[in-house]
Structures are given as structure tokens and as C-alpha cells.
């Protein structure tokens, strides 16, 4: 069984921030973002009322190439820890089926944290934070990576979990990586299997028509939000922290 949740609206006052300029405090934060992002009718992240939503039956989301392994690029662009690179691979990894209607080419996978683990997830379910969020960015075949970001419906964002626990197996792979890249600006070259990045249970998800959560916050976002989250570890989560407080 799928998940329906509503959409719901932020409004603040505006800044003239840059699209590569914002911050989530102070003065540039989200609270000042430009445009469609204090402005828009669709906006994310959201909190998801689980007593609210509206359940409806889709078929399975279709994970195609999501098994290879191949090399992406660790990239810290200033705000966040990306894994870049998968639309070079010769087997691109894909998402349709699961009421998208259109195939979805998986262009990066980056994360979200914050100051304190118990607020990390842009998503809140019933206003409860996880400390970590993974965005797995998608564009729709038929577009370029330009039109994706402009085209409604040209993007899809499947988003993860993740919940403290003993072990951290899917961030392992990238921890060395992480351990390198601790400056805006560098990056590391690391091998990726895309699947080691999602949950078990990928049947059970929210849906949402939305927008990208950074300026300029355009409302072109089919969202899909996992409820399955997977494990990170108190020193995994410190590691982030220490990323953002550079």
C-alpha cells in the first residue's frame, strides 16, 4: 500500500540571496530564500501528517541498473556531501513504474543533516526528525539536466531515512571519502552501488508533488518518501556534524 500525503505552503519574507549563496541559518537562511521559495504553492520539504494522508495502491517502483557498481565522484559543494557521476555510467541507473509515469534517470545522491542529530531529515513525519535524509535526484529521460530543473514533472527525488543504530552499513563504502573531501570544494573519486543506498521494504513510500528544497526551489519535484530508514551510527552522524561546522 502507497502513500498520498498533501503539500504544504511556506511563506516568509525575501532576500536578494544568490542560488549558490544560501545558508540554513542566519541571514541567508531558509527563512529569506527568494522567489517560489517563500512565495511557491508546492513547496518542500514538508511535514507529513501520517493521520492525514490519503492511502492509494500503485504499481511497484522499477529499480533498473540500481545493482552496478561503478565510479561516481564525492563532491563537497559547500552545503552538502554529493555523490555525482551516474549519468556517465554505461548502465545508468533508473526509476520508473510505481505511479511516475515516465522513466527517471538517477543524476546524483546527496545528504541532509543539521547542528543536532535529532533535526537532521528535511522531511519530518508527524514533526519528528531522523538525524540523517539521503536525496536520490532523478531527471526524466527525455530531458537535459537544465530542463529537468524547469520542466514540472522533469525531476524525481526519492528520499531516505536514516535512524541511529550499532551499525551503519550503507555509509561504510563512503566514510574514508567523507574523511577527505571535509573542505568546500574537493572531491573524491569512490565506487557506488546505488541499491546499497535504499531500504528493504521500497513498497511502502509518500507521495507529493513538490520542489527542490535549495534556492531556487523550483516546483517541478515528484517526491517519493520511504518510510523504511536505514542505519547510521552516533560516530557517522558526528562525522557530518563535523562536515558542516567547517
Known sequence: MHIVAAVSIRSSPVLNIDTNNFSYEGENGPENWPGLCTHGSAQSPININIANVVAQKFDELIFQNYDKTDLVTIVNNGHTEALQGFLTWSNVPTLSGGGLGARYKLREIHFHWAASDDSGSEHTLDRLHYPLEAHLVHIREDLSVSEASVVEGGSAVLAVFFAISDVGEPLQPYEAAFNTTVIAGTNKTVNCQ?????????????????SFTTPTCDEVVTWTVLTEPLEITEQQVALQLFLTSL
Request: charged residues 20%; aromatic residues 18%; positive net charge.
Open 194 to 210: 546505488p541499491s546499497e543506498l535504499l531500504p528493504t521494504n521500497r513498497g511502502s513510500w509518500f507521495r507529493y508533488n513538490g
